[in-house]
């Protein structure tokens, strides 16, 4: 049977509810092949990062030659990646590869608060892998790094998506939970807005949403979906996720990615 795949290159999250635990889950409940390339291995649970350890550049590489000259991926999500030279083996080894379907999540804080993302890197990201990226989906205080601007309203909203997609030339997918609204999402791509109407979820375990929401694009992507579709049937996986009101650690606890996991080995 050939089945659709997808890669995620991100950090290890231990504790399970972000970064490469999270996204594995997510593309495998949306019905792809998962694979993971890791740019770190990070000490965290629910309340927070304790410690970061980087894979090395050559090593990074290796991992991407390993997947893409083996098994091809139909779709590739990018989340976590600390510092300017993994950032620059990632797109230099995309471009080699000619990957397809790239998503871009621009993390630089985690949900508990802690820096993921060296300052020099952002510079990097922004002049290496955002280009080729077909989305990134950044969260309003990414997006107001990426933009240069302040955001506090739906208008800054607009015009900060669109001065991200003309400058690095991709759809952009401004996620608006932080301060200015509640799940309201907004696509830019290709000159054109959407909005995205999500369900408000009474649910204080956010950790991971947006390495899911990334991972859960990326997997309808690369199952052929066109853009504005593979982000709508994204945020209604993960508002169904946050409403199984899993309660797990002492911080801000995991979603429940397998809410609709069922079969004879689930039980």
């Given amino acids: 049977m050939k089945k659709k795949t997808a890669l995620t290159i991100a950090g290890s999250d231990c504790s399970g509810g972000a970064g490469i ?47 893409f000259e083996d098994i091809y991926p139909d779709a590739v999500k990018i989340g976590m990646v600390a510092s300017s030279e993994l950032i620059r083996v990632i797109a230099d080894r995309l471009r080699f590869h000619k990957a397809k379907n790239v998503v871009v999540d621009p993390v630089m804080v985690s949900t508990s608060g802690s820096s993921l993302m ?55 997918l401004l996620k608006g939970g932080h301060s200015v609204n509640d799940a309201v999402d907004l696509l830019y791509a290709d000159g054109e807005t959407q909005w995205f109407e999500g369900k408000r979820i009474d649910n204080p375990n956010t950790h991971g949403t947006g390495c899911t929401l990334s991972s859960a694009i990326a997997a309808n992507l690369a199952k052929g979906y066109e853009l504005k579709d593979a982000v709508r049937k994204a945020k209604d996986y993960i508002s169904a996720a946050l409403a199984e009101m899993l309660d797990l650690g002492q911080g801000r606890g995991p979603m ?11 039980n």
């Fill in 21 to 67: 635990q999270a996204d594995l889950k997510t593309m495998t409940m949306n019905g792809v092949y998962a694979m993971s390339v890791i740019t770190a291995l990070t000490a965290q649970n629910t309340t927070g990062v304790r410690a970061i350890q980087e894979s090395t550049p050559e090593f990074l590489r290796e991992q991407l030659d390993a997947v």
């Fill in 118 to 172: 060296k300052t020099d890197a952002v510079q990097t990201l922004e002049e290496e892998l955002l280009p080729l990226a077909l989305l990134a989906t950044p969260n309003i205080p990414e997006a107001e790094v990426l933009s240069g601007q302040s955001i506090a309203s739906k208008e800054d909203m607009l015009s900060a998506a669109k001065r991200i997609g003309d400058a690095q030339g991709c759809a952009v």
């Fill in 256 to 266: 429940d990615h397998a809410f609709d996991l069922s079969g004879r080995f689930a």
